[in-house]
């Protein structure tokens, strides 16, 4: 009786995992792998690739869609998704260009960008925290209303007459090959990585993350955690707005079409659960830097744009797929 209550007691391993092998084994660390490797391809692939400048432009294709990424992988942590952030950059975009023709100077434009984004992002808070509705059906939904917004303003015209200041913001450099949006992306990482692994914020993020009912009798306040994080969207998307707009130096109501599933790309890729409950900052971090080479690399080969949505969709069911087929044909339940 004693020998079969013995064998029925949980094994308590002899010692734990030292934290090195924790990290060589991560997804991070796989991701920092992946990165170097297709730098040495890219490196390979054009003799134009390694110059500099043209480095620093390759980061371009990233830091914008990067600045939301960080603020999507904290509100899809916690469960929740937000489908409408590009249509967001075009509708802050409309406002700025509108408000330039009126003669908006460029602290103006900027205070006319954040609070439009900022509103945006309410509005999809209060849709889901006040009324409880399903986030991905309310950005849907918004989606479409936003961007409707920038065609119904907008029609087939474009605004292009913007103060010779506001270049800064998308095409300024802050010290040789770095630029004032890399810098952005750089604090902006930091921000966000503080917030989410280093605050009780961050925590109760994780926490209605995999739990939001037992959060809530924890004394979570959940839906006023929730709607910060739909704020922060909303900013995050203002932000790249204003430096997208910046960059180009006209608005189009297709502006940033599509930069939604690049966006939740990043997220996904950067090992962020596409239910909720887990994810890191670094992840996010690094998975820009590789989406970000790729699309470079693809450029420098001339690549047609199609080519690339195709990869980024097939990134996305992959990186989604690949850890349930793991689970489930290794016999790890």
């Not at 330039?100 to 460029?106: F, K, P, Y």
């Not at 015209?157 to 949006?181: K, N």
Request: glycine share 10%.
């Amino acid at each position: 009786m004693s020998s079969q209550t013995e064998t029925n007691l949980p094994t308590i391993p002899d010692h734990l995992k030292p934290r090195w092998y924790r990290l060589v084994a991560s997804w991070e660390s796989m991701l920092l792998v992946v990165a170097v490797v297709i730098f040495i391809i890219n490196s390979f692939a054009s003799p134009y690739f390694l110059d500099p400048w043209n480095l620093s432009d390759a980061t371009f294709n990233f830091t914008e869609k990067a600045l939301i990424a960080f603020a999507m992988a904290l509100l899809i942590i916690s469960g929740e998704i937000d489908l409408s952030v590009a249509s967001i950059i075009a509708l802050v975009s409309t406002a700025i260009g509108f408000a330039a023709q009126l003669g908006a100077g460029v602290p103006m434009l900027v205070v006319i960008g954040i609070t439009v984004g900022l509103l945006c992002g309410a509005f999809n808070g209060l849709l889901v925290t006040g009324l409880g509705l399903p986030s991905i059906v309310v950005t849907i939904g918004t989606m479409s209303l936003f961007r409707g917004i920038s065609y119904m303003v907008l029609g087939d015209q474009a605004y292009t007459d913007y103060p010779a200041e506001l270049s800064y913001f998308g095409q300024g450099y802050v010290w040789w090959v770095i630029s004032f949006e890399l810098l952005l992306f750089l604090v902006t990482a930091i921000i966000f990585g503080v917030l989410l692994h280093k605050t009780s914020f961050g925590r109760a993020v994780t926490i209605i993350g995999n739990n939001a009912t037992g959060a809530l009798f924890s004394g979570i306040r959940v839906g006023r955690v929730k709607f910060i994080l739909f704020l922060l969207t909303g900013l995050m998307s203002a932000i790249a707005a204003i430096c997208l707009t910046s960059r180009l130096g006209s608005t189009r109501p297709s502006i940033a079409f599509g930069w939604e599933l690049e966006i939740i790309t990043i997220v996904v890729l950067g090992g962020v659960n596409i239910l909720g409950g887990s994810g890191s900052i670094a992840g996010v971090f690094i998975a820009s830097f590789v989406l970000g080479m790729v699309t470079f690399g693809f450029g420098l080969l001339n690549v047609p744009g199609i080519v690339m949505s195709i990869f980024v969709g097939l990134l996305l069911i992959s990186v989604i797929a690949l850890p349930r087929l793991w689970t489930k044909y290794s016999g790890n339940k």
